[in-house]
Protein backbone atom coordinates (compact mmCIF):
# COMPACT_ATOMS: atom_id res chain seq x y z
CA UNK A 1 0.00 0.00 0.00
CA UNK A 2 1.63 3.50 -1.03
CA UNK A 3 2.20 5.93 2.04
CA UNK A 4 3.02 9.38 1.82
CA UNK A 5 3.38 11.47 4.91
CA UNK A 6 4.03 14.92 4.45
CA UNK A 7 5.43 16.64 7.40
CA UNK A 8 7.27 20.65 7.97
CA UNK A 9 4.58 22.88 7.06
CA UNK A 10 4.25 25.76 9.36
CA UNK A 11 3.36 29.31 9.59
CA UNK A 12 6.08 31.93 8.31
CA UNK A 13 6.48 35.42 7.59
CA UNK A 14 6.66 36.41 3.60
CA UNK A 15 10.20 36.18 2.72
CA UNK A 16 10.65 33.42 5.18
CA UNK A 17 11.83 29.60 4.10
CA UNK A 18 10.18 26.54 5.19
CA UNK A 19 11.55 22.72 4.11
CA UNK A 20 8.46 20.13 3.15
CA UNK A 21 9.54 16.52 3.49
CA UNK A 22 7.53 13.94 2.23
CA UNK A 23 8.27 10.00 3.71
CA UNK A 24 7.27 6.99 1.33
CA UNK A 25 6.68 3.60 1.61
CA UNK A 26 4.83 0.80 0.22
CA UNK A 27 6.24 1.12 -3.65
CA UNK A 28 8.96 0.90 -5.73
CA UNK A 29 10.39 4.59 -4.87
CA UNK A 30 12.80 5.06 -7.19
CA UNK A 31 10.76 4.39 -10.12
CA UNK A 32 8.46 6.98 -9.68
CA UNK A 33 7.96 10.55 -10.10
CA UNK A 34 6.98 12.19 -6.78
CA UNK A 35 5.52 15.71 -6.65
CA UNK A 36 4.29 18.66 -4.27
CA UNK A 37 0.88 19.75 -5.06
CA UNK A 38 -0.71 22.69 -3.62
CA UNK A 39 -4.12 23.84 -2.89
CA UNK A 40 -5.55 27.21 -1.48
CA UNK A 41 -9.09 27.97 0.08
CA UNK A 42 -11.50 27.73 -2.84
CA UNK A 43 -8.75 27.90 -5.53
CA UNK A 44 -7.99 24.76 -7.60
CA UNK A 45 -5.47 22.07 -6.97
CA UNK A 46 -2.41 23.23 -8.86
CA UNK A 47 1.13 21.07 -9.32
CA UNK A 48 3.95 22.74 -7.63
CA UNK A 49 7.15 20.35 -8.89
CA UNK A 50 8.08 16.88 -9.28
CA UNK A 51 11.09 15.01 -9.40
CA UNK A 52 11.80 11.70 -11.11
CA UNK A 53 13.80 9.55 -8.85
CA UNK A 54 15.36 7.20 -10.98
CA UNK A 55 17.52 10.44 -12.32
CA UNK A 56 16.75 13.10 -10.49
CA UNK A 57 15.32 14.61 -13.83
CA UNK A 58 13.12 18.03 -12.03
CA UNK A 59 9.83 19.83 -13.32
CA UNK A 60 9.05 23.31 -11.55
CA UNK A 61 5.51 25.85 -12.09
CA UNK A 62 6.58 28.64 -13.35
CA UNK A 63 5.05 30.51 -10.15
CA UNK A 64 7.73 28.95 -7.66
CA UNK A 65 10.61 28.95 -10.19
CA UNK A 66 13.88 29.73 -8.85
CA UNK A 67 12.56 29.79 -4.88
CA UNK A 68 11.26 26.17 -4.38
CA UNK A 69 13.53 23.34 -5.24
CA UNK A 70 12.81 19.59 -4.84
CA UNK A 71 15.48 17.04 -4.13
CA UNK A 72 15.19 13.36 -3.25
CA UNK A 73 17.10 10.88 -0.68
CA UNK A 74 16.72 7.41 -2.35
CA UNK A 75 18.32 5.82 0.83
CA UNK A 76 15.08 7.19 3.01
CA UNK A 77 12.65 7.11 0.42
CA UNK A 78 11.83 10.60 1.24
CA UNK A 79 11.47 14.23 -1.21
CA UNK A 80 11.81 17.13 0.33
CA UNK A 81 10.55 20.56 -1.05
CA UNK A 82 13.12 23.90 -0.08
CA UNK A 83 10.62 26.95 -0.33
CA UNK A 84 12.18 30.00 -0.20
CA UNK A 85 11.55 33.71 -0.47
CA UNK A 86 7.85 32.81 0.05
CA UNK A 87 4.63 34.94 -0.62
CA UNK A 88 1.38 34.87 0.68
CA UNK A 89 -0.17 33.24 -2.31
CA UNK A 90 1.80 30.48 -1.40
CA UNK A 91 0.00 29.75 1.43
CA UNK A 92 -1.77 26.43 1.08
CA UNK A 93 -2.45 22.73 1.90
CA UNK A 94 0.67 21.04 0.55
CA UNK A 95 0.02 17.60 -0.99
CA UNK A 96 3.07 14.47 -1.78
CA UNK A 97 2.23 12.61 -4.76
CA UNK A 98 3.68 9.74 -6.12
CA UNK A 99 3.37 8.85 -9.52
CA UNK A 100 3.72 4.93 -10.97
CA UNK A 101 5.88 4.95 -14.39
CA UNK A 102 3.23 3.23 -15.95
CA UNK A 103 1.89 7.25 -16.35
CA UNK A 104 4.34 9.13 -16.95
CA UNK A 105 7.49 10.06 -19.63
CA UNK A 106 10.66 11.36 -18.76
CA UNK A 107 11.07 14.01 -18.68
CA UNK A 108 8.02 15.57 -17.15
CA UNK A 109 7.50 18.99 -18.67
CA UNK A 110 4.05 19.24 -17.12
CA UNK A 111 1.34 18.10 -14.50
CA UNK A 112 -1.08 16.05 -16.59
CA UNK A 113 -4.41 14.48 -15.90
CA UNK A 114 -2.52 11.32 -14.79
CA UNK A 115 -1.39 13.10 -11.85
CA UNK A 116 -4.99 13.85 -10.41
CA UNK A 117 -6.87 10.26 -11.98
CA UNK A 118 -4.23 7.73 -11.01
CA UNK A 119 -1.40 9.11 -8.60
CA UNK A 120 -1.25 8.58 -4.87
CA UNK A 121 -2.08 11.70 -2.49
CA UNK A 122 -0.72 12.14 1.32
CA UNK A 123 -2.85 13.85 3.46
CA UNK A 124 -1.13 17.02 2.91
CA UNK A 125 0.73 19.68 5.46
CA UNK A 126 -0.40 23.14 5.40
CA UNK A 127 1.96 25.82 5.20
CA UNK A 128 0.37 29.49 6.00
CA UNK A 129 2.13 32.85 4.79
CA UNK A 130 2.02 35.90 6.91
CA UNK A 131 2.32 39.40 5.04
Known amino acids: EVQLVESGGALVQAGGSLRLSCAAS????????IGWFRQAPEKEREGVSCITVSDGSTYYADSVKGRFTISSDNAENTVYLQMNSLKPEDAARYYCVALSPAWFVRPIRSFGRSWYNFASWGQGTQVTVSS
Open 26 to 33: GFAFADYA
